[in-house]
């Protein structure tokens, strides 16, 4: 084995870092996940502007998630303002979430976890000797763009989100010429889904805690409580009594942990194990074509659990353009006032946690915002310490693969986090 394993930049992952083994006497003694980009201080940016700001601003922290950050940002400042949201105007919120889970879930499930499962470099060499299954993917992707175009003014940072619900009402006729295009994008999310079920899954296996949103009558991404596998229901408001953000000197992120100090895990597979109830008809018979029920404790399997929220947003997307009818104002009136609000939503990658406290002349006096990938960062090199005893005999290729793999089944948005890889085994 070399004494050291080093990779300039993890491929197909979102943003820059490193990983760091530290082994002494055949024995791992020291893991650091680093994480090297340069803080973004958006919480810094908030504080001082008008709150109706707020939205436009949160979508730039990522070009793959914003609709998650505009509709946390939106959403907790409605609460602290005392804002009620009419209903069509709550239906094109989850809306647009679902083109943003579709085109986030397929870029990942093909282009950046699918080639290590399928033997590929990349998507470039997949497309090779798999053309077709690119083109759909490419095509499955756009459709969740295009529904993000519609809705937000453009598929990338969307701008028509306010607090009180939209600058201007979606075109209802440019929503149902989208209908066909959903259609046939739920087939070839539930031949995703067949496809994703044949993937040979290393065998890893955690007993993780699980947190995620939670609704009774839904499969919850835009609102409801907070459910951990290990402690319950909690309220949004009690995010941070529970869950809390610590420094550690090797990187820019913070590092969450629950109050007894470990670890928890947020993303698909946390939605999929406590949310398989509430999934709608045509992602219960799929999972139950293929044998899927819960619990998961494979993290690579969160891809299987993306495919299947693939399909729920598809089906989703059918159901709520068929029911859309705006009438009256895009956005409720409402009185500047004092106030702090928290909210938390699901980006595609876990939960997101939003809190503001605004003056009477609505300014941001102050602002916290908890992302996904920060999330699990402490989860990630728990893992990290369970798999790297396994690959320290492999041959550095094969070592390096395995580290990168494990982490890219989170698929960590690096960028959001900082508020990987170069890979990096020393041998004492």
């Given at each position: 084995?070399?004494?050291?394993?080093?990779?300039?930049?993890?491929?197909?992952?979102?943003g820059?870092g490193?990983?760091?083994?530290?082994?002494?006497?055949?024995?791992?003694?020291?893991?650091?996940?680093?994480?090297?980009?340069?803080?973004?201080?958006?919480?810094?940016?908030?504080?001082?502007?008008?709150?109706?700001?707020?939205?436009?601003?949160?979508?730039?922290?990522?070009g793959i998630?914003?609709v998650?950050?505009?509709?946390?940002?939106?959403?907790?400042?409605?609460?602290?303002?005392?804002?009620?949201?009419?209903?069509?105007?709550?239906?094109?919120?989850?809306?647009?979430?679902?083109?943003?889970?579709?085109e986030?879930?397929?870029?990942?499930?093909?282009?950046?976890?699918?080639?290590?499962?399928?033997?590929?470099?990349?998507?470039?060499?997949?497309?090779?000797?798999?053309?077709?299954?690119?083109?759909?993917?490419?095509?499955?992707?756009?459709?969740?763009?295009?529904?993000?175009?519609?809705?937000?003014?453009?598929?990338?940072?969307?701008?028509?989100?306010?607090?009180?619900g939209?600058?201007?009402?979606?075109?209802?006729?440019?929503?149902?010429?989208?209908?066909p295009?959903?259609?046939?994008?739920?087939?070839?999310?539930?031949?995703?889904?067949?496809?994703?079920?044949?993937?040979p899954?290393?065998?890893?296996?955690?007993?993780?805690?699980?947190?995620?949103?939670?609704?009774?009558?839904e499969?919850?991404?835009?609102?409801?409580?907070?459910?951990?596998?290990?402690?319950?229901?909690l309220?949004e408001?009690?995010?941070?009594?529970?869950?809390?953000?610590?420094?550690?000197?090797?990187?820019?992120?913070?590092?969450?942990?629950?109050?007894?100090?470990?670890?928890?895990?947020?993303?698909?597979?946390?939605?999929?194990?406590?949310?398989?109830?509430?999934?709608a008809d045509t992602?219960?018979?799929?999972?139950?074509?293929?044998?899927?029920?819960?619990?998961?404790?494979?993290?690579?399997?969160?891809?299987?659990?993306?495919?299947?929220?693939?399909?729920?947003?598809?089906d989703?997307?059918?159901?709520?353009?068929?029911?859309?009818?705006?009438?009256?104002?895009?956005?409720?009136?409402?009185?500047?006032?004092?106030?702090?609000?928290?909210?938390?939503?699901?980006?595609?990658?876990?939960?997101?946690?939003?809190?503001?406290?605004?003056?009477?002349?609505?300014?941001?006096?102050?602002?916290?915002?908890?992302?996904?990938?920060?999330?699990?960062?402490?989860?990630?090199?728990?893992?990290?310490?369970?798999?790297?005893?396994?690959v320290?005999?492999?041959?550095?290729?094969?070592?390096?693969?395995?580290?990168?793999?494990?982490l890219?089944?989170y698929?960590?948005?690096?960028?959001?986090?900082?508020?990987?890889?170069?890979?990096?085994?020393?041998?004492?």
């Amino acid at each position: 084995m070399p004494k050291t394993i080093h990779v300039p930049a993890m491929a197909r992952v979102e943003g820059e870092g490193a990983l760091y083994i530290g082994v002494e006497g055949g024995s791992v003694k020291e893991i650091r996940v680093d994480i090297y980009e340069p803080p973004r201080f958006f919480e810094g940016f908030l504080r001082g502007r008008f709150f109706q700001d707020v939205p436009d601003i949160t979508a730039r922290i990522c070009g793959i998630c914003p609709v998650a950050y505009q509709m946390s940002s939106v959403r907790a400042l409605e609460k602290a303002l005392e804002v009620a949201v009419a209903p069509q105007a709550h239906l094109m919120r989850n809306l647009m979430y679902c083109g943003e889970f579709i085109e986030s879930h397929v870029l990942h499930m093909y282009m950046l976890q699918g080639p290590d499962l399928t033997g590929h470099e990349s998507a470039l060499s997949l497309a090779e000797v798999a053309p077709e299954v690119v083109k759909t993917a490419l095509r499955m992707k756009k459709i969740g763009n295009h529904l993000l175009r519609i809705i937000g003014g453009r598929s990338v940072h969307p701008v028509n989100a306010c607090v009180g619900g939209w600058y201007s009402w979606p075109d209802k006729a440019e929503l149902e010429a989208l209908l066909p295009d959903l259609t046939w994008g739920l087939e070839q999310a539930l031949a995703s889904v067949r496809w994703a079920n044949t993937l040979p899954y290393p065998d890893f296996h955690v007993d993780y805690e699980f947190v995620a949103m939670h609704k009774g009558d839904e499969y919850a991404v835009l609102d409801g409580h907070i459910l951990s596998s290990s402690h319950g229901l909690l309220s949004e408001e009690d995010f941070e009594e529970h869950y809390l953000e610590k420094h550690v000197e090797h990187s820019n992120a913070l590092h969450s942990y629950d109050k007894q100090g470990q670890p928890y895990f947020v993303g698909p597979l946390a939605r999929l194990n406590l949310n398989f109830e509430q999934l709608a008809d045509t992602a219960k018979g799929i999972a139950a074509e293929i044998g899927l029920a819960p619990p998961m404790t494979n993290p690579y399997r969160g891809l299987l659990a993306r495919a299947i929220e693939v399909v729920e947003m598809y089906d989703r997307a059918i159901t709520l353009i068929e029911l859309y009818d705006p009438t009256g104002p895009s956005a409720a009136e409402f009185m500047l006032q004092a106030g702090q609000g928290a909210a938390a939503t699901e980006a595609p990658r876990g939960l997101l946690y939003h809190r503001y406290a605004v003056d009477a002349q609505g300014m941001v006096q102050d602002a916290k915002i908890v992302p996904p990938t920060a999330q699990n960062l402490g989860r990630m090199e728990a893992d990290l310490w369970k798999l790297a005893p396994s690959v320290l005999e492999l041959p550095h290729e094969e070592a390096t693969l395995a580290c990168e793999h494990l982490l890219r089944a989170y698929d960590p948005c690096i960028s959001c986090a900082t508020h990987f890889l170069t890979l990096e085994i020393e041998q004492y």
